[in-house]
């Protein structure tokens, strides 16, 4: 077998692999509400609102939706300049899951690309009003920043 065709099964494999290990990342939200713990004492006593604020808003992308709107807007964006997605297409749109069918593929622009975290097999799209990291090879979708574009 010829080494570039062992380069790019290696190359694949890898990036499959890094974005299967990300989507596996447990999030660090809360439940939805009416689902989970309904109050029964098991959360920790005495911790921070603003610590448990700040673990909620970290995000397996490496930036927070406030920060990634704010570098939008720093950028040039203009509100109303994306469409949101039809409401049945934005529930598909889930960490793990691939890219749902019927979405066009928007890079996000260059100037707020070069200000947001790079990971080596991902890149930013745009999806509607949020901005997503999509594995190259795969298109899994590793993390959803919700309403940045709102």
Known sequence: M??????????????????????????????????????????????????????????????????ARSIAIDSGYRQGSYKPLPPGIRKNLARGKPLPPGIAKKMAPPNMISQLPRHPGYEWQVCGTDLVLIAIGTAIVADVLSDVFN
């Open 2 to 67: 010829p080494i570039h065709r062992l380069r790019h099964i290696l190359t694949n494999t890898l990036s499959l692999m890094l974005g299967l290990a990300i989507a596996a990342t447990p999030v660090l939200a809360e439940p939805p509400p009416g689902k989970g713990n309904k109050g029964g004492g098991h959360g920790k006593k005495g911790q921070d609102s603003e610590e448990v604020t700040a673990s909620i808003t970290l995000t397996t992308a490496g930036i927070s939706v406030s920060a």
